[in-house]
């Protein structure tokens, strides 16, 4: 499902106008992406959590070269399903 598909069932759904539900679903989004950048984790009760994972510094190999690569530690954004979500899915 595409943004533009979440966007139009919310309003049908709502009965809101596209341009507001797109609105605030670009919003939402611009929401979690600060908080994910100012290393804030974002937890939706029911649905899931955005959180942010540590990855270590790791010794990477050119296998073409035969060579070893230092590869930095980094942050990277995961999502988290909660319970409820996950039974859902089930």
């Known amino acids: 499902m ?3 598909e979440i966007v139009t069932e919310i309003s049908r759904n ?3 106008d596209k341009a507001a539900v797109l609105a605030t679903v670009e919003k939402f989004m611009d929401v979690v ?3 994910m950048a100012n290393g804030e984790n974002v937890y939706l009760r029911g649905f899931g959590s ?3 994972k ?3 510094e790791k010794i990477g190999r050119n296998i073409t070269k035969n060579t070893a690569i230092k590869i ?3 942050k990277i ?3 988290k ?3 409820v979500f996950k039974d859902v899915v089930k």
């Open 81 to 83: 399903p909660s319970n």
């Open 14 to 16: 709502t009965g809101l």
């Open 72 to 74: 930095e530690a980094r």
């Open 50 to 52: 955005f959180i942010i």
């Open 54 to 56: 540590d990855r270590k």
């Open 77 to 79: 954004p995961a999502f």
């Open 2 to 4: 595409t943004k533009a």
């Open 33 to 35: 992406k600060e908080s």
